[in-house]
């Protein structure tokens, strides 16, 4: 039994998935795999048992999982205390981000903290709101938009860092194009269009709902995409009207026209996530002083 073992029996345990365990380790999923055979050979009996697609752990394996919590936890705040004595020398760092802010903002942050820290090594991962704060145990720090929700990992720090509107998007040839780019539109004057919404567990999604739930007006949805791209993409194709982040139309040409919603704008606030928040390294230290100057 050995100490890798046990730290990927935790992730496993936490996802409850082998698959999203194997992500979260950045291990391809025969690696994980192998290594739960050694474990379970070691013990001498099952610790998990197949669930559809993800594990369930029998009672021995929930047992082991609170032990290999701890240990997965330690090596975590021993690695942060390396990362803090040794400076930023050397040192990595997991950054995760939702859909808007890892195409729109994070590319910017990354090439800024890169020319001042450049021996650091990055890794990132995107996702959308949803899976990234499910992903929180795997990263040293996370950008996400709309509502941060409660189910966060204990001494995780949450940091307000920008607003943003969500705009609706047409081509110019909709009859709803004739109010001018950037017009205000009463959500009430969409509820006979069709819509493009994002997959679920998208931030922008989340909102666009809340509004229309609110306003009473219903949603005709024509089509769910992944991704803001994806969202796009249907709406010059003529699925129908999409919702995306202002700062996402930015570099667009003009094929598509841009609304703000009223009688309020529709306006989100993104957030910074520092998990073990009590012990941070000074890599991660430094990147969140860079993203809160560079916000709002």
């Known amino acids: 039994m050995t100490p890798d073992q046990l730290i990927t029996f935790a992730a496993v345990a936490e996802h409850r998935n082998i698959s999203r365990a194997a992500v979260a380790l950045h291990l391809s999923q025969p690696a994980v795999s192998g290594q739960l055979r050694q474990l379970q050979d070691e013990f001498g009996e099952p610790l998990y048992q197949r669930d559809g697609r993800g594990v369930r752990l029998t009672p021995a394996g929930e047992q082991l999982s609170s032990y290999a919590t701890r240990l997965r936890d330690t090596w975590r705040q021993a690695h942060a205390y390396r990362d803090a004595l040794r400076g930023l020398e050397q040192g990595t760092l997991r950054i995760g981000a939702s859909t808007t802010p890892a195409s729109y903002l994070l590319p910017y942050l990354i090439a800024d903290f890169h020319r001042r820290y450049p021996d650091v090594t990055l890794h990132t991962a995107d996702g959308n709101t949803t899976e990234i704060v ?13 509502p941060v929700g409660v189910d966060l990992p204990p001494d995780t720090a949450v940091h307000a860092w920008r607003e943003d509107e969500i705009v609706a998007i047409m081509p110019r040839s909709h009859p709803l194009a004739q109010l ?17 919404l994002r997959e679920a567990g998208s931030g922008v999604r989340q909102i666009v709902e809340r509004a229309f739930a609110r306003a009473g007006v219903p949603m ?77």
Do not use: Y
């Open 180 to 196: 001018g780019d950037g017009g205000p539109a009463d959500l009430a004057a969409f509820g006979e269009h069709p819509l493009v």
């Open 220 to 296: 005709r949805v024509a089509l769910e995409i992944a991704g803001v791209e994806g969202v796009k993409e249907a709406v010059r194709a003529g699925m129908g009207i999409g919702f995306v982040s202002a700062m996402s139309m930015r570099h667009e040409d003009r094929a598509l026209c841009l609304l703000s919603l009223s009688p309020e704008p529709l306006t989100r606030r993104l957030s910074i996530l520092v998990p073990h928040a009590s012990a941070p390294s000074r890599v991660v230290e430094q990147f969140l002083a860079l993203c809160l100057a560079e916000g709002p």
């Open 134 to 146: 499910g992903a929180l145990d795997s990263v040293d720090i996370a950008m996400i938009e709309g």
